[in-house]
């Protein structure tokens, strides 16, 4: 099978963009762990394959594949570069998309500074919509990991989060927790962990060791559920400046009910073809 693709990032957080509507695209997780491989592939965190819609209501659809194979729910760097792509391919004159997901509509805005802006819509909190095993939904949930305990928030934007503050990013045990807690048992679907420094009201550091892939530059979903954490502990305002690795969102969340808004850049690297 030869696929036209295009390499794109979300501040680093990089995918191979496909289109699905004209090109007919049969994946299965081996080959999408193949496009992933950064050695036998082309190399990215995420495949995202564009497709036409299935209710009249939406402009596309969109799927989103982890580099390990694993279809997933929600992407919120990919949704930013999902639009530039659709714009780019001529596949839409449009700058207000709505666009179909696993977890549901997603609107998305083109603005004239060329950044993204979307509506991620609201945050699932109730434990075993996210999933995550717990008696009652809190703000915050004790986490046994190899006989430590520590304090996690949980929030699913489609996909499952686990929220844990840390005193500097750059010292955080990203590495060594985040695996354990990915696939800890009290999570039946796997989780993306976040490792959260507050520096204020208004801005914080993120690192996030995400469910399938491992640490990236950047994960959108994780900016959204990391704010929304940080919001319901009350430590932070219904704007924040979140520095990733690979650069910073702006994440907007009036409070429970509400839509998390994300903000920004999606960059369009090079476009290729592969045989499969
Ligand atoms: N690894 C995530 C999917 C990609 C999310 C991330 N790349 C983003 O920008 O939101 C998961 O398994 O739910």
């Known amino acids: 099978m030869r696929l036209k693709f295009t390499k794109m990032h979300g501040l680093g957080n990089d995918f191979v963009m496909l289109d ?29 394959v ?17 580099a390990d194979g694993g279809e997933v729910e929600n992407c919120g760097n990919g949704a930013r570069c999902f639009a530039k792509f659709v714009r ?5 004159g449009k700058k207000q998309l709505t666009v179909e997901t696993a977890a549901g509509p997603l609107k998305l805005s083109l603005l004239d500074s060329g950044e993204v802006s979307v509506d991620m819509g609201a945050p699932v909190l109730e434990p075993e919509q996210i ?11 004790p986490l046994e990991v190899d006989g430590e305990v520590y304090t996690i928030g949980a929030v699913s934007m489609g996909n499952p989060h686990a929220v844990l503050l840390v005193d500097n990013v ?4 990203v590495d060594t927790l985040g695996p354990k807690i990915e696939c800890h048992e009290r999570f039946p679907q796997r989780v993306n962990v976040g490792f959260l420094q507050i520096q204020s009201r208004q801005k914080a550091r993120l690192r996030v060791f995400e469910r399938g892939v491992g640490e990236t530059r950047a994960c959108g979903t994780g900016a959204c559920a990391a704010m929304v954490s940080a919001h319901l502990r009350g430590l932070v305002d ?15 969340w009036g409070g429970p009910e509400q839509a998390v808004t994300m903000t920004g850049p999606a960059t369009t690297v090079y476009q290729g073809q592969i045989t499969l």
Do not use: M, W
């Not at 564009?50 to 982890?66: C, G, H, K, L």
């Not at 999933?131 to 949930?141: I, K, N, Q, V």
């Open 88 to 92: 780019e391919r001529r596949l839409t």
């Open 50 to 66: 564009v497709e036409a819609p299935r209710s009249p209501d939406a402009d596309f659809r969109y799927r989103i594949f982890n």
């Open 131 to 141: 999933p995550f095993c717990a008696d009652r939904r809190a703000e915050t949930y």
């Open 170 to 173: 750059d010292s955080a045990p």
């Open 20 to 48: 699905g509507i004209s090109q007919r695209i049969r994946l299965s997780p081996e080959k999408i762990r193949r496009l992933a491989d950064r050695h036998f592939g082309i190399g990215c965190d995420q495949v995202l």
């Open 238 to 252: 219904d704007s924040l400046q979140i520095q990733l690795p690979g650069g910073t969102l702006t994440i907007h």
